[in-house]
């Protein structure tokens, strides 16, 4: 599961940068982007983003655009 970013809802505050475990994220433009292929799924910079600006999406396989259960009840 990878974390999906909403540009409109980002406002470049960094927060998700600073907190990615893995540090693979960064702003371009001044919106958060992040390396896919280094990303450990955790889910923290949705977690953590005051703009509610990450969704933790589900695998296409699973459903497009469903947010996980888990995920979900843990907000
Ligand atoms: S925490 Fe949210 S608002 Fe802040 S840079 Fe990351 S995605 Fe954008
Ligand atoms: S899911 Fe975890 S490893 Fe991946 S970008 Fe977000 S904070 Fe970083």
Known sequence: MFPV???FRCDGCGVCVKRCPA???GLINGKAAYLQMLCEECGICA???PTNGIQFELP???GAGEVHEAYQSKR
């Open 60 to 62: 296409r396989a699973y």
């Open 23 to 25: 540090q693979i994220m």
């Open 5 to 7: 970013i909403n540009v």
């Open 47 to 49: 977690e953590v983003c």
